[in-house]
C-alpha cells in the first residue's frame, strides 16, 4: 500500500512513503459517532456579498448542483475539511470587488497579521445562508 499523505491529508513530497500511517477512512467511527468528511467544516464564501456558510447549509438551502458542489457565487475557502468554529476563525476581506475568505487558527500571530491588513473576523453566528 501506498501511503503518500498524512492523516491530516498534507501531502508529503512525490515520491515519499510513510508506514506508519494509515489511510484515512472518512466514515470511521471515532467513539460511537460516524463523522463523514463531507458533513464536517467545509466552508464556502459568496464572493459577491461576503456570506459565509458551511456545505450542508448550502445544501439544505438547495444551493448545490446535482454533484452536490456549491453553485456560483459560492466558493470554498481554502483550509482543513475538519476545521471547526472552536479553533479556526474564519476571516474575509473585500478587495478589487470581490470577497475573499480565509480559514485561520484561532488567536495567534496569523490572525492578528490578517486583521492589521484589513481582514476581519466572521462571527459565528453570522455563518449561514
Known sequence: MDLTFVSRGFPLPYGSRCHFLRP???????EGLALPSAAVGAFFINYEDGRI???????????????????????????????????YVVMRKRERGIF???????????????EERGWEEVPIAAIGV
Open 24 to 30: 484515512v477512512d472518512s466514515t470511521r467511527v471515532y
Open 53 to 87: 456558510a458551511t456545505r450542508d447549509q448550502l445544501q439544505e438551502a438547495d444551493l448545490v448542483d446535482e454533484d452536490v458542489r456549491p453553485v456560483k457565487p459560492w466558493h470554498q475557502i481554502q483550509g482543513p475539511i475538519d476545521a471547526s468554529t472552536m479553533w
Open 100 to 114: 475573499m475568505g480565509q480559514l485561520t487558527v484561532r488567536h495567534t500571530g496569523q490572525q492578528a497579521s490578517l
